[in-house]
């Protein structure tokens, strides 16, 4: 008696383990779940439009943010025009050590902060942001002001645009920069 109601009580426990450690995937119809786990590509292939960037896989992007970009693409392509994913969704342990490394670059926390979020603010993090090269086919998205529920966020990242769908009726002011947003 005492054997099984301890092994029940291990089996419970196990359960319940798995549980609480829970889905690090989006799951469908689950209004959205932490993202900060997901890991995004570090880098992807040469980008063919210019080689100084890369065309990373858009792995690991909100569902609805995959899609977006999908559109995007689609519709850009329509138009003659070609875009590479330079990057997109990081994990929080990614983001880190990109901030990490801008810390490194620019001295100190505060002017990194300029160009890279912390995991916590970051909308990489979050796989809402795309960062779109070269930046030819980034101005032909700024120039659609929203239309695609993408815009460019920061004046000083030419190249940084998020979604969000209610940017279909245009785009929020831009900010100077990244941490102007905290
Ligand atoms: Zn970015």
Redesign the pocket.
Known sequence: MRTTLTLLVTLLIAVGALFYIGPTTPVPGVAYVELVNVTGDDTGPTCPLDQRYVDEAPRGLRDDVLAAWNTLKAKAAAEGVSMCLN?GKRSSQQQQAEFDGAVRRFGSAEQASKYVLTPEASN?VKGI???IQPLASASWVERGNGKFGWCRRYQN?P??FEYDPSYVNGCPPMLPNALASR
């Open positions: 990057d990489h942001a795309a960062d990242e190249w940084h």
